[in-house]
């Protein structure tokens, strides 16, 4: 009885059966073609990468990206959009979220890689992330650098923030301990790396941190005991290929960091995510993380933290944090759209709503801004910002910690 | 990874159920235009998939295997595969999968049995309910069920309150553990579960059952000695679907389960994304990719005898 329909349909069966399994496989096998497979497949909801709509008629379209936590993709679509389209009306602005997409910003970063050795429009005039991260699109030339002849307001950025060839700073955070003040009275707050880990191991459950990959917050806890083992000296660390001798040395950050694992937040069950971090701390399952700035105090002033958790920060060397940039891929189609907007992020304006709004620190010089704001955020206002490269020391920092501190395995 | 397993077992399990259905009789003078036809339907569809997962798929495959040697020159080596099977982590995130893989699909058989029994004998308001309910997280996405989940069993959730309102205490959350990727993922795959195990008990025709009674076997028997032979390839189905879905989830073990040992999905991910090791993050989708092939051949075998004896 209808043998064709029967070798037709067991085709397509085992077709099917391997597509499912085979789907994982594509996943990481066409990096070449950044525009389709990766990024639709690890992504959780299997979102293609994103691409911008259309611009108003009339309008010419500037397409930010973002792979920052929603209150900074939600402060330029809710303030810096708004206010910056007021002004410059023959602007239609985007502003792109890439959380969620496998590979993050750098998946737009490729696609604007690949569309410039085929001359094609990127849809991307501005990329919120330090292009040193990238070594191979820098070496490739894919970047635009800014400054005061086309951005006139970078003559205002302060000397800590410009730590990158190609990437304009704009707003500043750090990651501080946030710990609730109901439980731990301000005087027992560890005031180095070494009485945390002792505080640790004395208050088991009550401490932990987002996985490194996952949250800057946790990633900069370890990147701080990764200093901490090296000698407190940020400055060994520098953007580009990483020193083979000094990722030998991580191994006694893992050490120390191993030394606490059995002692965090449910035997070592880290939260992944930097929000997921907070909300441990904000429900009173732990006493202490290390959080951002700018999260810890959007956090509070929106009472999503109870008001007993206060920030304290490390007295003999701050944990990292770094100023957000912008990157301009030189091949952009609207050149003069991303210099108006980046010039627009950094006008005294904006940068006092940098403060007020989403509780980062400007790039620009405080006595630029209104006094009062000195004194209300003194808290944040520090001097020393350790900054972190990044690329292949963010690799070996991740792949290190999960091998061994994450692990339930014995060495 | 979720969302595609779940498309293809949608589209699988309209398949099964199709099967079921009766075809209208197809005279002898127009085969060959039929399979024309129905060659025509199917190569789209099977043309995407040539060229979107086993092109690219292939080319994983060769490219693990065909790798740099120290003189820069590109020779056939197992290199790749002997790493990752040396690797520790890498072997114990491969156990784990299997494990979570194994332990959720036993869970779904467990939850979804009776609630499909229920299913194919009641009938009434009640259950209808049971149904919409059985059926209901079809239409949640993962990530929404994945923070739900948080809310609900993490700590200071709602099972926890509930628990310390009735003066229960020691209560310690599955969430950041294995237990909550199997309850996340149980809950997301019972709907499938639930509607191909009803599908295959409808086969099993009511006048057998009632000749059964007749003859005075109790609930217990007819259960034993006549539904459960006649179900042996829906079961079999359930579980090769479910096992591959499974074996590749991302979203629920990415946000509901431990930072070690992972699962493959998220294992994945990370020697890609994080760790920016392509060869590795190849080398790892190859063996999960060989995984589940081992289970689609169950499947296929399952359906494919179906269809020679149904013929």
Same mark, same amino acid.
């Not at chain 1, 410059?88 to 696609?111: H, L, M």
């Not at chain 1, 946790?218 to 200093?227: H, K, L, M, Q, S």
């Not at chain 1, 991580?250 to 070592?268: C, M, P, Q, V």
């Not at chain 1, 109870?306 to 701050?318: H, R």
């Given at each position: 009885m209808r043998p064709q329909k029967k070798v037709s349909r067991r085709a397509l069966l085992k077709g099917t059966a391997l597509g499912v399994a085979g789907v994982a496989l594509a996943a990481c096998a066409a990096p070449a073609a950044p525009t389709t497979a990766p990024a639709a497949e690890a992504t959780p909801t299997a979102m293609p990468l994103p691409t911008p709509p259309p611009a108003a008629e009339g309008k010419t379209a500037i397409n930010v990206y973002s792979g920052s936590d929603t209150n900074i993709t939600d402060w330029h679509a809710n303030v810096v959009i708004p206010?910056?389209?007021?002004?410059?009306?023959?602007?239609?602005?985007?502003?792109?979220?890439?959380?969620?997409?496998?590979?993050? %910003?750098?998946? %737009?970063?490729?696609?604007?890689?690949?569309?410039?050795?085929?001359n094609a429009d990127p849809q991307a005039e501005l990329i919120e992330e330090d292009p040193a991260y990238f070594p191979d699109s820098v070496k490739a030339g894919l970047w635009q650098k800014m400054d005061e002849a086309t951005v006139p307001n970078a003559k205002n950025v302060i000397e800590a923030a410009r730590v990158s060839e190609f990437g304009m700073p704009y707003r500043g955070s750090q990651v501080l301990l946030a710990y609730d003040s109901s439980k731990l009275p301000d005087a027992e707050v560890?005031?180095?790396?070494?009485?945390?880990?002792?505080?640790?191991?004395?208050?088991p459950g009550q401490f932990t941190y987002s996985r490194p990959d996952k949250g800057g917050s946790?990633?900069?806890?370890?990147?701080?005991?990764?200093?901490e083992v090296t000698g407190r000296d940020p400055s060994k660390?520098?953007?580009?290929?990483?020193?083979?001798?000094?990722?030998?040395?991580?191994?006694?950050?893992?050490?120390?960091?191993?030394?606490?694992?059995?002692?965090?937040?449910?035997?070592?069950?880290? $939260?992944?995510?930097?929000?997921p971090a907070l909300q441990l701390l904000a429900n009173g399952s732990v006493t202490m993380i290390p959080a951002w700035s700018d999260q810890a105090l959007q956090a509070l002033s929106r009472g999503v933290l109870?008001?007993?958790?206060?920030?304290?920060?490390?007295?003999?060397? $701050?944990m990292p944090g770094g100023y957000a940039m912008m990157g301009m891929p030189k091949n952009t189609r609207n050149p003069q759209g991303a210099y108006d907007y980046?010039?627009?992020?950094?006008?005294?304006?904006?940068?006092?709503?940098?403060?007020?709004? %989403?509780?980062?620190?400007?790039?620009i010089s405080w006595s630029l801004l209104p006094a009062e704001l000195q004194s209300q955020y003194t808290s944040v206002i520090t001097d020393n910002v350790p900054n972190w490269p990044g690329g292949e020391y963010n690799a070996a920092r991740n792949k290190g910690w999960y091998e061994k501190v994450a692990t339930n395995l014995q060495p | 990874m979720t969302s595609i397993g779940e498309a293809l077992g949608a589209v699988n399990a309209r398949a099964t159920m199709q099967a079921a259905l009766p075809r209208p009789r197809i005279g002898l003078g127009s085969v060959n235009i039929n399979a024309l036809i129905a060659y025509a339907l199917v190569s789209p569809p099977l043309f995407v998939m040539l060229l979107l997962i086993f092109f690219p798929a292939g080319q994983a495959i060769i490219r693990t295997l065909f790798i740099e040697n120290e003189t820069g020159a590109i020779g056939f080596s197992v290199n790749n595969y002997v790493n990752f099977f040396s690797d520790r982590i890498a072997l114990s995130n491969l156990w784990f999968t299997v494990w979570v893989t194994v332990a959720t699909v036993v869970g779904l058989f467990l939850v979804c049995f009776p609630i499909a029994l229920y299913l194919r004998f009641a009938h009434g308001v009640l259950a209808a309910i049971v149904q919409v309910l059985a059926l209901f997280p079809l239409f949640v996405p993962g990530i929404i069920l994945a923070f739900a989940l948080i809310r609900f069993l993490g700590p200071r959730g709602m099972v926890e309150t509930a628990l310390n309102l009735v003066g229960i205490q020691g209560y310690t959350s599955p969430y950041l553990k294995p237990s909550g990727?199997?309850? @996340?993922?149980?809950?997301?795959?019972?709907?499938?579960?639930?509607?191909?195990?009803?599908? @295959?008990?409808?086969?099993? !025709?009511?006048?057998?059952? !009632?000749?059964?009674r007749d003859v005075g076997a109790g609930g217990w028997t007819v259960f034993r000695s006549i539904v459960l032979p006649l179900m042996d390839r829906p079961v079999l189905i359930v579980f090769c679907l479910n096992f591959i879905s499974v074996f590749g989830a991302f979203t629920i073990p990415y946000l509901l389960g431990p930072a070690a040992p992972q699962m493959m999905g998220v294992y994945m991910q990370a020697t890609y994304g994080d760790y920016l090791d392509q060869a590795r993050a190849e080398t790892q989708a190859v063996i999960t990719f060989l995984c589940c092939a081992l289970i689609g051949l169950l499947y296929v075998r399952a359906v494919t005898r179906q269809r020679a004896e149904l013929s």
């Open positions: 206010a910056f389209e007021t002004k410059f009306p023959q602007y239609d602005v985007n502003i792109i979220s890439t959380r969620g997409v496998a590979g993050g %910003i750098k998946s %737009i970063v490729d696609r604007s890689l690949a569309a410039m050795e085929v560890p005031k180095t790396f070494a009485d945390l880990i002792e505080w640790v191991k004395k208050n946790g990633g900069n806890f370890v990147v701080r005991a990764i200093y660390f520098k953007p580009g290929p990483a020193d083979p001798a000094l990722i030998a040395e991580f191994d006694k950050a893992w050490e120390l960091l191993r030394s606490i694992h059995e002692f965090t937040y449910g035997n070592g069950s880290y $939260p992944s995510g930097n929000n109870p008001d007993t958790v206060k920030l304290a920060q490390f007295a003999d060397l $701050p980046m010039n627009f992020l950094l006008s005294p304006e904006i940068q006092e709503s940098v403060v007020r709004d %989403i509780g980062g620190f400007p790039a | 990727i199997i309850i @996340g993922l149980i809950w997301d795959y019972i709907p499938f579960t639930v509607l191909v195990l009803t599908a @295959g008990l409808r086969q099993v !025709e009511d006048a057998l059952i !009632e000749s059964a």
